[in-house]
């Protein structure tokens, strides 16, 4: 026991270094909840560079598949003009009454000459629209070369025409005399996370784990689509997540024994932590707090992408990464222990992306 505790303190300084204080604390604060059950996502992995990526519908412009920073992504091309949305076999009416959306976006960093520039807009339009143009709700993010940076949205309000409208200024801060951009959620230069929620009527946006949108009321959409007018050159999106649920961890335990996460996730092929797993994190130790009496078996587990030479020891060193920072929140590590099951026990089809990715997940077995 004492020398797990021990591994378990390295992995808690390795990896508060790890991660970026600020960004850290900006996500174990968010209230984001990540759907349970994932229909889709698409990391463009599997697509060639310079083509339409296989799993979207064109709806105007042109896009194609980049890579930026040794990841592929969806990129609008350089001050192009582009609208697409996930192949879906309802093309107009496939959202849940309760689901998320989430993706990462990269934003160019700001040249030399003091130019990136970025429109893009997330629209959501009515259940059984005949074309695209029938989207009621829209937001849109911006981001310019002068540093002003602001998301803006139209919400169209359940019965009736109204709409609920509302803008964000990013980055504002009048007791810095203007913009400041450590105040700004949206950085240039690096990975941005965006995530949305719909709960039956409740509408909310968060930018790298910041809520910037909470719309109490919003008629159900039916579907969405995503488009730019400007996207600076090396920017697109990617890691793309759609799903539907949000049980309460609690209720989840009581049902199943186990609490299975999907919103703690990690960079591809390594233990590291992805930033917006911390939400999740922060949720458990939170649970584990209010009930003393719970003590969980952390098992990571994969994919059958790759080896079970990689898999096994990549999972046990992720379900580890997992406890090293519920222990950085606060739970004592006695009360955790850490198991890699790698690709052993599947819920769902490998061969396909959803199926690979519900696989892809960190289960919390009441012990």
Known sequence: MKRLILSIAALVTAFSGALAQETENAYAKSDFVPGDEIFFEDDFAGEKLGEFPSRWDLLDGYVETASVQGRKVLAFTDNGIGQV?????????????????????????????????MWMEVLFGDPGASDYYNAPSIVIIEYREDGYSHMEWSLLKPNSDDHAAGEKELGLNPDAGGYNEKDNPLKAGEWNHFAFSFNKRAFK???????????????APGYFFIGSSTFYKYSGISNVRIAKGAVPLYDRLLSDG??????????TGKADLKPESMTE??????????HPELNFEVQGHCDNTG???????????????????????????ERLSAVGKGSKVPVADNSSDEGRAKN????FVKK
Request: charged share 20%; glycine share 6%.
């Open 85 to 117: 949305m996930p192949l879906m076999k309802d093309q107009w009416n496939w959202l849940p009454e309760i689901f998320t959306l989430e993706f990462d976006l990269f934003l160019s960093p700001i040249t030399e000459d003091g130019e990136t520039s």
């Open 205 to 219: 946006g968060y930018i790298n784990g910041v809520r910037v949108i909470n719309v109490p009321a919003m008629k």
């Open 258 to 267: 186990k609490i299975t996460s999907y919103g703690i996730t990690f960079a």
């Open 281 to 290: 994190i922060a949720r458990i130790a939170k649970l584990m707090a209010e």
């Open 307 to 333: 080896s079970d030479a990689v898999n096994d020891p990549l999972s046990q060193k992720r379900a580890e990464a997992v406890v090293a920072a519920l222990v950085s929140q606060g739970v004592a590590a």
């Open 360 to 363: 892809r997940r960190v289960e």
